[in-house]
């Protein structure tokens, strides 16, 4: 799975990236202008969460939900979870006046699609926004009564991510237990800081950064963390850079700065093109595939209302990541083309084109 997309016609894209289809929802009178991709629905409705933040451009905004919609099918698949994947994005208005109609406007949107797709909490989006589409649309997940209600994703998550730390560490470090480690975690929002407390209880020494000073603040009093600049994170001599904050923040510059042993964290599409595992394998730097690792939210809305299995499979996600660090060594290939492979043959077939099955 490609994590960018160059072209800016859309077919070419399609070419690049295959999705199965983009829908464009326009509602002048509640500000919202949103887009969702739906990248397969092979394995069932597709499901990925809807992200309201700054958009450069149209452009830049359905590339986002394109990417992240691919990333939902893989996620899905690798998990054998009877979902597809797709993606929302909202462009954020610059001076939001009514956020419960505007996200009114988009649960509207999302009934438009019959159940193809089921919305979800992302960046920039709240439980109380789910609540709102809840009141428009049955197709939403992380609401606190109604459709799916799941909740806030980012604990199980977190802990999904503690779980990839430790099998990076094991296959990696050779090391059982985390103590005494020194892992830098970019970003401190609902995961970063949920990761952080699980880490914290381990025995890990953390340094952060999070331009949100109360975030940073809060750890440095609960935790005692050390706090560095956004620009200094990547170079902390470390043993694990967790990111937990942006999308393509695995780049060129960042791997010339990177000074740590594994890169294990829940952003979603870490790497800014995919050669770039290229560079980090030939640095010796073992890269935990993003959309596996931070696959804990969705393994939460998958077993609603069965926590025991919900527990099962975060835990077996330490075991799903050392079998493809495993086996990438044994195949001296790179670790997201074994996991990318692992979700192709689940998804065999669903790529030749639009898939409308
Ligand atoms: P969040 O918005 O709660 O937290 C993100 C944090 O990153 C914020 O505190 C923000 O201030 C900080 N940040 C922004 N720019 C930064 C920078 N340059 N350097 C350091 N910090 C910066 O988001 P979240 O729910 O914690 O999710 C974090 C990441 O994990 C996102 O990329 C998200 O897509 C991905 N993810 C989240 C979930 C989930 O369950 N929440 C699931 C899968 C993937």
Redesign the pocket.
Known sequence: MASFIESTDLFDMAEQHPFSDVHFWRDPETQLQAIIAIHSTKLGPAIGGCRMINYPSTHAAMKDACCLAAGMSYKTAINRLPFGGGKAVILKPPHLTDRKALFASFGRFVESLNGRYITAM??GTTIDDMDVIASQTNHVMCTTTAGLASGD??PH?AKGVYYGIKAAVKFKLQRDSLVGLHIAI???????YALARLLHEDGVKLTV????RQ?TERLVNEFGVDVVS?DD?YSVSCDVFSP????QIINADSIALLNAAIIAG???NQLQTPDMITALTNKGILYAPDYVI?SG?VLQIAYLNKPDVVQHKLAALYDTLLDIFIQAERQNSSTVAVANRLAEQILTNSFAGANHE
């Open positions: 992302d960046s994703p980012s998550t970019q970003g401190v929002g609902n995961v970063g950064s999070d331009p949100n975030a956004a994170i937990c904050a942006l999308g829940s952003a979603n931070n939210g």
